[in-house]
């Protein structure tokens, strides 16, 4: 059974830059499409970015386009998401998710989901 494991969340003022990444013990990802996630306490779980298997194609919503990254190193097995100029609205719980397939931001189209690490942005 494939699980993922997120880490690099905390607090970090405005402005600043935090780098989750998403990891499988003892499983390849290869062949694994990854998107990443966040919840907002009160909001409904909100598609982030995603990335193809062959890391050659990827999607971020247009909240975070321009300030979100993502990529994958297969050779570490982990995908990992690059947030800079974070804002207030940027915190939340963020989870991992990872699907045969496309890349998509629709949370229901993953099978598989990490346990979420927290990000607070606050001065």
């Known amino acids: 059974q494939l699980q993922l494991v997120e880490s690099g969340g905390g607090l970090v003022q405005p402005g600043g830059s935090l780098r989750l990444s998403c990891a499988a013990p003892g499983f390849s990802l290869d062949y694994f499409a990854i998107g990443w996630f966040r919840q907002a306490p009160g909001k409904e779980r909100e598609g982030v970015s995603c990335?193809?298997?062959?890391?050659?194609?990827?999607h971020n919503a247009d909240s975070v386009k321009g300030r979100f990254t993502i990529s994958r190193d297969d050779a570490k097995n982990t995908v990992y998401l690059q947030m800079n100029s974070l804002q207030p609205e940027d915190t939340a719980v963020y989870y991992c998710?990872?699907?045969?397939?496309?890349?998509?931001?629709?949370?229901?189209?993953?099978?598989?989901w990490g346990q979420g690490t927290q990000v607070t942005v606050s001065s």
């Open positions: 998710a990872a699907r045969l397939g496309v890349g998509k931001l629709v949370a229901s189209e993953y099978d598989y």
């Open positions: 990335i193809s298997a062959s890391g050659g194609s990827f």
